[in-house]
């Protein structure tokens, strides 16, 4: 069926257009001159959560059926492509699915042992084992691998760098060779440059930057995803850690209470920053509208956050958006997202190359 889209709509580049048609389940702006079925409202790319975890949960991999729903639950929020951005359990069968959302790999997370959330990573006793996990992992995944850089060090009692930046070096020039990215889970400040230096790919919440990082990452050209919803739990974390960890309880307070300053301090600088929800542990999915407006809430512009979710996010994951010829994967909503972010909770419409979803 050859559809009608009656706009306005924002293309692959953001770029304003009055209509579009889909034709064979792809976007074209040249009318086909057939009889289509018009589809109005305001038309965005599908929605990226580069930052989630579908086949994940607070206790592990989960089963298939838990994962389809998960991926479902993106869906129907307008998430259309994601990154896992870490997970156990082999997701790559849901690119098979017509009515799935795209999955970007990356891979099971590289730890330390006992330096991660349980039954989430792959644990390596010798840190100099990072590289050759870095290339099994990359086998696991389409494009990406993904390295816990720090987490809360037992004896130490706060959070602390898991590798010598020799290593993060050598593993990073790894992937690299093998034509994958590297992103990076990093609350702390101790971490990142390290993680620098690396050449990393990407940054995970980059909780601890400071002025002078901020613009080492902007002038790199490395995204950072905020995570605003998981920075959002660090109270939580902080209480349950007070009595054996005082000082990692203190830490997440202070990031906690600086979390939009440092959004804001990042996106001033001229860091990309993509939208991701981190969904998959303590994080329900189907939550993108919520980040998005987190990020509003800490001082990035409307218009930054929806290109982040959308044609700016796929342009990252390198992933098509709505330029001519390209899969019809888009939603629809009756007011402008870009002029009331609130919008983005309520899709109007969800289709996958031109098939209605929602």
Known sequence: MTLHLTGPIYDAAGQFRPEAWVVDGRI?????????????????????????????????????DIAEAQAIANRDSGVLLARDAGVPSDTFWMNERADLPH????????????????????????????????????????????????????????????WPEEVLIAAVRRAHDLGVRVTAHTFSHEALPGLLAADIDGIEHACGADEEIAQEIAQRGIPVTPTLLQVGTFLDIADQADAKFPAFAARMRRLHAQ??????????????????????????????????????????????????????????????????????????????????????????????????QV
């Open 28 to 64: 074209t702006y040249q009318d086909p001159g057939v009889v289509a079925q018009t589809v109005s409202g305001w038309v965005l790319p599908g929605l990226v959560d580069v930052h989630c975890h579908i086949g994940l949960d607070a206790n592990g991999p989960v089963s298939a």
């Open 259 to 356: 979390r939009y300053e440092t959004i804001a301090m990042l996106h001033e600088a001229g860091v990309f920053l993509p939208v991701g929800t981190d969904a998959g542990g303590t994080i329900a999915h189907g939550h993108i509208a919520q980040e998005a407006a987190q990020m509003v809430r800490a001082g990035v512009p409307i218009p930054d956050v929806i290109g982040a979710a959308t044609w700016r996010g796929r342009e990252f994951l390198r992933a098509p958006g709505l330029a001519e010829n390209e899969p019809a994967d888009f939603v629809t909503y009756a007011t402008d997202p870009l002029a009331d972010i609130s919008a983005l909770k309520r899709p109007q419409a969800v289709f996958l190359a031109g098939n209605k």
């Open 103 to 162: 999955i970007v790999r990356s891979g099971q997370h590289l730890a330390r042992p006992k330096r991660y959330i349980r039954y989430y990573a792959q644990e390596l006793e010798d840190v100099w084992d990072l590289p050759a996990a870095v290339e099994s992992q990359a086998r696991r995944s389409n494009g990406w691998v993904k390295i816990v850089a720090d987490w809360i060090d037992r004896e130490h009692g706060d959070l602390t760098p898991l």
